[in-house]
């Protein structure tokens, strides 16, 4: 049981270069995010997907694409990479029906620097 | 506007003593209360919550108390230890909407031997 997985772990992109960051988990859960942290910011929404076939946008979802590929993973795209999307993004999953109080578990991460 | 607020960015205590983190929630329709703790390279995990219809919950060192009138909940840690030192994040969510949560910007606890 490996929980929220991410890949890659470390990125360097050049601006308008594109990739896309990877996200499985394996507790059946129904719902996925992913976040961005920044310094003194704290976890900001960028996408979330409540559940398989559907997505919405968060807090701060320009510049950002998300695909529920299906319930396991859920991938965020940047099309043309900012100096501004240098972050650490965290992928979560949970499952409203089995946590009513809405515990979410975390991937490690992927720091992404774009140049 | 930031719904979740925690205003202090960072705490250092002594070993054995009580680490006390503090956040402030402008909107009174969350339903949970949540704190999660973070290491260094690592994802949040999940530490300990608090129902918005209840005003205490304790789990070994750990107790959250909710004061909802104030909009204010807090985090006590006691005894503190070396291994408590992260950075604590509070969070505010709700049923609808997926459990979308809001988190605050974090406090860097430091716990000194």
């Known amino acids: 049981n490996a929980g929220v997985t991410q890949t890659p772990k470390f990125q360097v992109l050049k601006t308008g270069q594109s990739m896309t960051l990877q996200c499985a988990q394996d507790?059946?859960?129904?719902?996925m995010y992913w976040y961005r942290q920044d310094p003194g910011m704290g976890l900001r929404l960028i996408y979330y997907?409540?559940?398989?076939?559907?997505?919405d946008k968060g807090e701060v979802p320009n510049g950002y694409n998300v695909s529920r590929l299906n319930k396991r993973e859920f991938s965020l795209r940047l099309e043309s990479a900012a100096p501004s999307q240098t972050s650490v993004y965290f992928c979560?999953?949970?499952?409203?029906?089995?946590?009513?109080?809405?515990?979410?578990?975390f991937g490690p991460g992927t720091r992404l620097t774009v140049l | 506007d930031q719904q979740v607020k925690q205003n202090s960015p960072s705490l250092s205590v002594q070993e054995g003593r009580i680490s006390i983190l503090n956040c402030d929630y402008t909107n009174s329709m969350f339903d949970y209360f949540l704190w999660y703790k973070k290491y260094p390279a690592e994802g949040p995990t999940f530490l300990i919550s608090i129902s918005s219809i209840k005003d205490k919950n304790e789990d070994g060192r750990f107790t959250v108390f909710l004061n909802k009138s104030a909009k204010h909940l807090s985090l006590h840690i006691v005894p503190s230890q070396p291994g408590d030192s992260a950075v604590y994040f509070c969070?505010?969510?709700?049923?609808?909407?997926?459990?979308?949560?809001?988190f605050g910007a974090g406090t860097r606890l430091f716990v000194k031997a």
């Open positions: 979560a999953s949970t499952d409203p029906g089995k946590g009513a109080r809405g515990e979410q578990f």
């Open positions: 997907s409540a559940s398989e076939g559907t997505t």
């Open positions: 969070a505010a969510s709700g049923k609808t909407g997926g459990f979308k949560t809001i």
């Open positions: 507790m059946n859960h129904n719902s």
